[in-house]
């Protein structure tokens, strides 16, 4: 059962300018050091911070909370599945409400699409609950 739905667009050039005006304390502030480390080897890495400030927002929306109700952005962080595709790792605050609407019996999979086409990228996260096995 679907249990979390949430989208979201960046406007690249508007994170290209956040990335020149605050740099570091930006970056620190709300990306996670594995996010960090795949952007900064990226040509376009204000694309690629985008995409995952567009998953991390997406992500906020399908939690139900958007960005409060003690949700920070370092805990959602992008990852990616040796095949390469993305999903989302919470910790903290954002673990918490995962497990707070996930229904008795049942485990939560976050399913995540990101993609950018200049000047903006775009995330759909859905939150999905599977049942237990076993």
Same mark, same amino acid.
């Not at 739905?5 to 304390?25: K, P, Q, S, V």
């Not at 594995?34 to 998953?55: L, N």
């Not at 959602?76 to 595709?85: K, R």
């Given at each position: 059962?679907?249990?979390?739905?949430? #989208?979201? @667009?960046?406007?690249?050039?508007?994170?290209?300018?956040?990335?020149?005006?605050?740099?570091?304390?930006?970056?620190?502030?709300?990306?996670?050091?594995?996010?960090?480390?795949?952007?900064?080897?990226?040509?376009?890495?204000?694309?690629?911070? #985008?995409?995952?400030?567009?998953?991390?927002?997406?992500?906020?929306?399908?939690? %139900?909370?958007?960005?409060?109700?003690?949700?920070?952005?370092?805990?959602? %962080?992008?990852?990616?599945?040796?095949? %390469?595709? &993305?999903?989302?790792? @919470?910790?903290?605050?954002?673990?918490?409400? @995962?497990?707070?609407?996930? &229904?008795?019996?049942?485990?939560?999979?976050?399913?995540?699409?990101?993609?950018?086409?200049? &000047?903006?990228?775009?995330?759909?996260?859905?939150?999905?609950?599977? &049942?237990?096995? %076993?």
């Amino acid at each position: 059962m679907i249990i979390g739905i949430g #989208a979201d @667009l960046c406007n690249i050039d508007r994170i290209a300018e956040t990335l020149d005006r605050f740099g570091e304390r930006f970056i620190n502030r709300v990306f996670t050091e594995t996010e960090r480390a795949r952007a900064e080897k990226r040509v376009e890495r204000a694309a690629t911070y #985008a995409k995952r400030f567009a998953a991390k927002e997406a992500c906020a929306k399908a939690l %139900g909370t958007g960005m409060r109700m003690g949700i920070a952005w370092r805990e959602m %962080g992008v990852v990616n599945a040796p095949s %390469g595709q &993305p999903t989302l790792r @919470l910790t903290g605050g954002a673990l918490e409400r @995962l497990k707070a609407i996930t &229904p008795m019996g049942h485990r939560a999979v976050i399913h995540l699409t990101i993609t950018d086409d200049k &000047p903006y990228a775009q995330a759909f996260v859905v939150i999905e609950a599977l &049942p237990e096995t %076993g």
